[in-house]
């Protein structure tokens, strides 16, 4: 056999790897382990959604080819969408929309269509994996541009040397975020217009969050301020706002050019999604806002438990107002990994450590709101009656007495 690419050999390491291990270790020997690991919805998709696939499944006009670039039906649901969302226009007429196979697609495709070797791609870190690992792929190079917690996980573009941004194609962010649960103020999205006009960098905002925010808080499209649209193109995803994960569905919106570029990467790649679940999408963002209330409502009280549960074991935790994850600074003098080693061992709770993400995820760790609340209720058990706190070690105790 030949050897592959030798750009596959560039991907890290896959960090989650020894953990797995652990973890069927564990089970093998019967513990009930708890998984606050997966960002993966664990209800259902809503029943109106599943209803209108059943119903699409059915006629035999959605069994052939869908147009590249999505249905007309499909597109202008989300050009409706943004418009009553986030009063932003957007006309698929003009290229300025396309349909997914789940946002990952075109990400992915997006560093496809615009990556050369040479070229440099921003990725933040820590972050969704996809941006660096792909440029990877494409024989570009990721440069990192950290989130930290000092600055609210916001990136310092004015930080990011000149000759990196002669050389940069693509700016990838994505608010409100994963892992930090960030999220992004105006002032910021319109300096990132901005530097992205300056630089001539296409700002690439992965808006896959946009629906699960909490406490009054509304997220923005960057697409809201003043002539975004000659630089940024936006993903939106339905997996995590309708718990549809598995159906892979999505869109892009902006930039008709950048669009145009992505899609003949997709033309020559996939065939578009299947109709009858872009009716079913359709169905979804039609009803967008009593579909997520009620989603919101769910994940709103299970933060409420586990952030108090927390709180009460020492950490002073103060949750963002979006996302279903919990992104936790590790009891001072332990690493990510040991944390997520201890938690593995001496309660039967599965969390990701932090530099899983990025190099600059170190220091925390990840939980993702996505079991019941009854199983967030016996983790918060199992780690008190373990005995960790946040500053056990800090107060000069021996190492075994965290948990
Ligand atoms: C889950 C996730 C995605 C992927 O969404 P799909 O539409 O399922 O491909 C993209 N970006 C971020 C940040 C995510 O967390």
């Avoid at 960090?15 to 993966?40: C, H, M, T």
């Avoid at 939106?236 to 950048?258: D, E, L, Q």
């Avoid at 599965?350 to 009854?374: H, M, S, W």
Wanted: net charge negative.
């Amino acid at each position: 056999m030949p050897k592959p690419s030798s750009n596959l050999e560039k991907l890290p390491p896959y960090l989650f790897a020894e953990l797995d291990k652990k973890i069927d270790a564990a089970k093998a020997k019967g513990v009930d382990i708890i998984s606050l690991g997966i960002g993966d919805p664990d209800l259902p998709t809503p029943a109106p959604v599943v209803t209108a696939l059943k119903e699409a499944a059915d006629d035999p006009a959605t069994h052939n080819y869908s147009p590249y670039n999505g249905t007309k039906e499909f597109l202008q649901s989300a050009a409706d969408w943004m418009k009553a969302r986030f009063d932003v226009a957007i006309d698929p007429a003009a290229g300025e929309a396309m349909a997914l196979i789940g946002s990952k697609e075109g990400l992915a495709h997006m560093i496809l269509a615009y990556t050369e070797p040479g070229d440099i791609v921003l990725c933040p870190s820590p972050a969704y994996p996809v941006y660096n690992n792909y440029t990877l792929l494409c024989g570009g190079e990721p440069y990192n541009v950290p989130l930290r917690s000092e600055n609210d996980f916001l990136p310092d573009l004015a930080s990011i040397p000149d000759d990196v941004a002669a050389r940069a194609k693509l700016l990838f962010l994505n608010y409100p975020n994963n892992p930090t649960g960030a999220i992004a103020p105006e002032s910021f999205i319109k300096d990132c217009v901005a530097w992205c006009k300056t630089h001539d960098v296409v700002l690439c905002h992965d808006n896959a969050y946009s629906e699960m925010t909490f406490n009054g808080y509304n997220a923005p499209s960057f697409l809201n301020v003043p002539g975004a649209k000659d630089v940024c193109v936006e993903f939106f995803s339905m997996s995590k706002m309708y718990n549809m994960t598995g159906w892979r569905i999505g869109f892009a919106v902006g930039n008709a050019a950048a669009i145009k570029a992505m899609g003949l990467v997709k033309n020559n790649t996939d065939s578009s999604a299947f109709k009858a679940i872009q009716r079913a999408g359709s169905v979804a963002l039609s009803r967008s806002t009593e579909l997520t209330a009620g989603l919101n409502n769910i994940y709103g009280r299970r933060r409420d438990v586990f952030t108090e549960g927390l709180n009460r074991m020492g950490w002073d935790f103060q949750p963002s107002a979006a996302t279903f994850y919990l992104w936790v600074p590790v009891p001072t003098g332990m690493s990510s990994v040991e944390f997520a080693d201890l938690l593995l061992e001496k309660c039967g709770i599965v969390v990701p450590p932090g530099n899983g993400y990025g190099p600059e995820g170190e220091g925390f760790f990840r939980i993702a709101l996505t079991v019941k609340e009854d199983r967030l209720r016996e983790a918060l058990k199992r780690m008190e009656k373990a005995g960790v706190t946040f500053s056990a070690l800090a107060q000069d105790q021996p190492q075994t007495a965290c948990c």
